[in-house]
């Protein structure tokens, strides 16, 4: 039998926002009580700033399992080349026969990732929260709002970007979609009811003293030691703070850097995924954090459900 | 453009024994050098005695480097599937783009193992030796005196298995290949002017005291912790002993036992592939011995030898 190569089109076709949403909740809570299999990922360098990351996951007693090869070639703009390549391989987690290639272009870690911050902000954040920022103008900062804007009505987008042209792109771009949007310097894209920071920062971007008590922060930039987009004093001010794995963010996430300046203890956080199985009480004037660096179980949970959309019929 | 998916016959046409040994030959030697990027592998267990490794590996300054994912789920005999399954991608060093799956179905791991130890038997064994003993009835058992029969004349094949039917299975193939061979006791097999051992055993296989002076051994099946074919006796009687990665065989090799039970010092090895660049030195009446435990390295060579030959013209 011929390997099954899926295409962006196909994937495109089936992985709905529904489904994601749905596949990327559910391995959220899973992996909130340990029922994922996570390892520690592979990691290959190659001169001319090159390298590649290997993940694998599964969520427990599901029928598939992933690994995911991603690499990053960053000289490959000025060849005319994607900077990104990848691919995910979908197994089955009763018989080891590999069910197919997900030529996905990267395209479903975008999309987890984005669905993630969208669950976990909207989950965290105030009922009547109306203003939205975003600290960034790359492709995550595009769809955290496109996906939290799935779940909860936006009233006003603030967009921080260092680049001014590219800020103002993504605000006609959420013109586009429907949504108030404008440039905001830093000061007072911090002060909205709902933030979103989105950059490969490696000091922090979020002035903390201008978060407004009843805030929530969400950040999903920081996934590598080096990295670091929310200030230690904003996690010192949080009522509330989530992560999407306890000992990665501590190893390499936001809450690793609060911790390690003493703002937070290493027992303070709580998994993201527990506030998504009811209603948080976050109290009145209360600011909450969440420091989401990606899991890998929640690849496993969407290119599985995505192949069950396209070949439901295979073992 | 379509990610291509090669199957086992487009490999079969191109994969000749000369590419195969040019190749591991090669990445041996580059190996021996450190000229390789060998991570450890990511590994996850499955409940139903089912397990999957997942191996990066890369020969510095190559055109390609390869993930491979190879999964074991040992009750599949059970229900009539194959026990292993598993896929090399290939991937471009220099853009991280995924030039082709190659869906060998364990087919390169099983090449290049056989190879490896072909080449490296034929290197250390006295050029006069003319018996050969295998210890196991698997499909190594096999691919070893075949690969080794392309590099030098073999005179008779001696087997010793477990089981009868296989064991005598065995000979009648090794027959048919031209060669004089027979079922024999462990202490007979263990005598011969060559041994190759490629079980699974737990516990050593090979009585060391049978071994003649001037014999050659390898072991090719000692690749996990738990796994023991050669005795720490046979290292304490050996001359010059050779292991395809150092830290490896002493992790999880043959090696490693001998070298814990005090029969051998932690540096006494020699990387195998320095002994597959000039005639080796090798005392007369010394016994010589090999601990294989599989590089990763050797699939990156070998994929990216059989896609330069299926698609010669990819970037």
């Given at each position: 039998?011929?390997?099954p ?7 495109t076709r089936?992985a ?8 990327v909740?559910?391995?959220?809570i ?21 390298d590649?990351h ?8 599901t029928?598939?399992?992933t690994?995911?090869?991603?690499t990053?070639f960053?000289?490959n ?6 900077t990104n390549?990848?691919?995910?391989c ?5 018989t080891?026969?590999i ?13 987890r ?10 989950a965290m954040?105030r009922p ?15 769809l955290?709002v496109?996906?939290?804007?799935r ?14 042209d590219?800020?103002r ?20 894209a ?6 979103i ?6 000091a922090?971007?979020?002035?903390a003293?201008r ?5 929530h ?8 030691p ?10 010192a001010r ?13 190893d390499?996430?936001d ?11 290493d027992?303070s956080?709580t998994p ?8 948080v ?9 969440a ?7 929640l690849?496993?949970?969407l290119?599985s ?6 070949a439901?019929?295979?073992?």
């Open positions: 039998m011929t390997l190569v899926l295409t962006t089109t196909e994937i089936v709905t926002p529904e489904l994601v949403l749905t596949a909740r559910h391995a959220l899973a992996h909130a009580h340990g029922r994922t299999s996570v390892p520690p990922p592979v990691h290959l360098e190659f001169p001319d700033d090159g590649c290997v993940k694998a996951g599964w969520v427990t007693g029928p598939d399992f690994v995911k090869i991603a990053g960053y000289r703009p000025a060849a005319g080349l994607p390549h990848g691919l995910v979908v197994v089955s987690a009763s080891g026969r069910r197919a290639i997900l030529d996905d272009q990267g395209l479903l870690t975008a999309w990732t984005a669905a993630a911050g969208a669950l976990v902000t909207h954040s009547d929260a109306a203003t939205l920022s975003v600290f960034g103008t790359g492709e995550q900062a595009r955290q496109a996906w939290l804007a779940l909860r009505p936006i009233d006003t987008v603030l967009v921080h970007g260092r680049n001014q590219r800020t792109s993504l605000c006609e771009q959420f013109h586009a979609l429907g949504h108030h949007a404008r440039p905001a310097p830093a000061d007072e911090a002060a909205a009811d709902m933030v920071t989105t950059t490969p920062a490696t922090p971007v979020l002035p003293g978060v407004r008590q009843g805030a922060v969400t950040g999903i930039g920081t996934d590598m080096h990295k670091n987009e929310l200030p230690p004093a904003l996690f949080a009522a509330l703070i989530a992560t999407d794995d306890h000992q990665q963010c501590l390499h996430g809450f690793g850097h609060a911790v390690r300046a003493g703002a937070a203890t027992t956080d993201a995924g527990l506030l998504l199985e009811k209603p009480e976050r109290p009145d004037g209360a600011i909450t954090v420091d989401l660096t990606g899991v890998g179980a690849d496993a949970a290119a459900a995505v192949l069950g959309e396209l439901p019929q295979a073992p």
